[in-house]
C-alpha cells in the first residue's frame, strides 16, 4: 500500500473520530447544551458511558443499536455520522494529496485539517436542519471561519496571498448578494424567501469554490432538492444539506466541472 492509501487509511480512522464528536455537537447543540460537559451519557437513562461504549461503529453494533445499561434503542443516525465523515475524510484526503497533488508538507496537513473540518461542520448542520429545520449560528460560522482558515493555508503555502483575499471576497460576495436577494423576494412576496442561515452557508460555499464554483454548487443543489420538494409538497424541506451536498460534489469533481463548462462556453 502506498503512502497516500495508507494516508487515506489514516484520515478514515481519524474522521470516525471526529464523527464521533460531532454526534454530540449534533445531539448537543440545538438543545443549548453544553458539548464538552457532561461526559457522554445515554440521553434516556443518564447514565455515563463507558470508554468502550464510545468505539466509533463497533460499539453500536456490539451493542446491537441498544443502551448497554437501559437497553433503549440507540438511533441509526450515530454509526451513520461516523461512518459518513470517515468516508468523507478518507474522500478529500486522496482528493488533495493525490488529484489536486497538494505538496505533502506542514501547510498542506493544515489545509487537508480545515478542509476537512470545514465539511465536517456542514454535514453536522446538515444533520441538524434535517431534525429542526434550523441550523445553529455557532457550527455555521465555524464552518465558514474554517472554509477562509484554509484559504489562508493555501496562500501559505504557494506564497500567492491573492488566495485568501479572493477567497474573502467571494464569500462576502456570496453571503451579501444571497442575502439582497432573498431581502427583495421578501418584500415582494411579503414571505421570508430565505433563512439567515442559508446566507452563511452561502458564504462558506463561495469561499471554498470560488464564484464560478459557487454558482454551479447552486445549480447542484437545486437539482437534487427538485424531487424531495416534490414528494413534500406543504411539507418543510430543509436545504442546508442540499448546498452541502451541491458543495462537495463541486468541490470533488472541480476539474472535470470546470473543463464541461469551459468546453460548453468556447465551443
Given at each position: 500500500?502506498?503512502?497516500?492509501?495508507?494516508?487515506?487509511?489514516?484520515?478514515?480512522?481519524?474522521?470516525?473520530?471526529?464523527?464521533?464528536?460531532?454526534?454530540?455537537?449534533?445531539?448537543?447543540?440545538?438543545?443549548?447544551?453544553?458539548?464538552?460537559?457532561?461526559?457522554?451519557?445515554?440521553?434516556?437513562?443518564?447514565?455515563?458511558?463507558?470508554?468502550?461504549?464510545?468505539?466509533?461503529?463497533?460499539?453500536?453494533?456490539?451493542?446491537?443499536?441498544?443502551?448497554?445499561?437501559?437497553?433503549?434503542?440507540?438511533?441509526?443516525?450515530?454509526?451513520?455520522v461516523?461512518?459518513?465523515?470517515?468516508?468523507?475524510?478518507?474522500?478529500?484526503?486522496?482528493?488533495?494529496?493525490?488529484?489536486?497533488?497538494?505538496?505533502?508538507?506542514?501547510?498542506?496537513?493544515?489545509?487537508?485539517?480545515?478542509?476537512?473540518?470545514?465539511?465536517?461542520?456542514?454535514?453536522?448542520?446538515?444533520?441538524?436542519?434535517?431534525?429542526?429545520?434550523?441550523?445553529?449560528?455557532?457550527?455555521?460560522?465555524?464552518?465558514?471561519?474554517?472554509?477562509?482558515?484554509?484559504?489562508?493555508a493555501?496562500?501559505?503555502?504557494?506564497?500567492?496571498?491573492?488566495?485568501?483575499?479572493?477567497?474573502?471576497?467571494?464569500?462576502?460576495?456570496?453571503?451579501?448578494?444571497?442575502?439582497?436577494?432573498?431581502?427583495?423576494?421578501?418584500?415582494?412576496?411579503?414571505?421570508?424567501?430565505?433563512?439567515?442561515?442559508?446566507?452563511?452557508?452561502?458564504?462558506t460555499?463561495?469561499?471554498?469554490?470560488?464564484?464560478?464554483?459557487?454558482?454551479?454548487?447552486?445549480?447542484?443543489?437545486?437539482?437534487?432538492?427538485?424531487?424531495?420538494?416534490?414528494?413534500?409538497?406543504?411539507?418543510?424541506?430543509?436545504?442546508?444539506?442540499?448546498?452541502?451536498?451541491?458543495?462537495?460534489?463541486?468541490?470533488?469533481?472541480?476539474?472535470?466541472?470546470?473543463?464541461?463548462?469551459?468546453?460548453?462556453?468556447?465551443?
Amino acid at each position: 500500500m502506498d503512502a497516500l492509501w495508507m494516508g487515506a487509511l489514516g484520515a478514515f480512522v481519524l474522521g470516525l473520530m471526529v464523527g464521533s464528536f460531532l454526534n454530540v455537537v449534533i445531539h448537543r447543540t440545538p438543545r443549548g447544551e453544553n458539548i464538552a460537559w457532561p461526559g457522554s451519557h445515554c440521553p434516556k437513562c443518564g447514565e455515563s458511558l463507558r470508554w468502550y461504549h464510545n468505539v466509533p461503529l463497533l460499539s453500536w453494533m456490539a451493542l446491537r443499536g441498544r443502551c448497554a445499561f437501559c437497553h433503549a434503542p440507540i438511533s441509526v443516525r450515530y454509526p451513520l455520522v461516523e461512518l459518513l465523515n470517515a468516508l468523507l475524510w478518507g474522500a478529500l484526503w486522496i482528493d488533495i494529496f493525490g488529484i489536486r497533488h497538494t505538496p505533502f508538507d506542514g501547510a498542506g496537513i493544515v489545509y487537508f485539517l480545515l478542509i476537512a473540518a470545514t465539511f465536517s461542520a456542514l454535514l453536522a448542520l446538515s444533520m441538524i436542519d434535517f431534525e429542526f429545520f434550523a441550523v445553529p449560528d455557532s457550527v455555521n460560522f465555524f464552518a465558514l471561519g474554517t472554509a477562509l482558515l484554509a484559504a489562508g493555508a493555501r496562500a501559505w503555502q504557494t506564497g500567492d496571498w491573492s488566495i485568501a483575499r479572493d477567497a474573502l471576497l467571494a464569500a462576502v460576495v456570496a453571503a451579501g448578494g444571497l442575502w439582497l436577494l432573498a431581502w427583495l423576494i421578501g418584500k415582494a412576496t411579503r414571505k421570508e424567501a430565505m433563512g439567515g442561515a442559508d446566507v452563511i452557508v452561502a458564504g462558506t460555499m463561495a469561499a471554498l469554490l470560488g464564484p464560478l464554483g459557487f454558482f454551479v454548487a447552486l445549480f447542484v443543489a437545486a437539482l437534487l432538492a427538485i424531487v424531495p420538494s416534490l414528494l413534500a409538497r406543504d411539507t418543510m424541506v430543509p436545504f442546508v444539506p442540499f448546498l452541502s451536498l451541491g458543495t462537495l460534489t463541486v468541490y470533488l469533481l472541480e476539474g472535470p466541472i470546470l473543463r464541461l463548462i469551459g468546453a460548453w462556453v468556447h465551443g
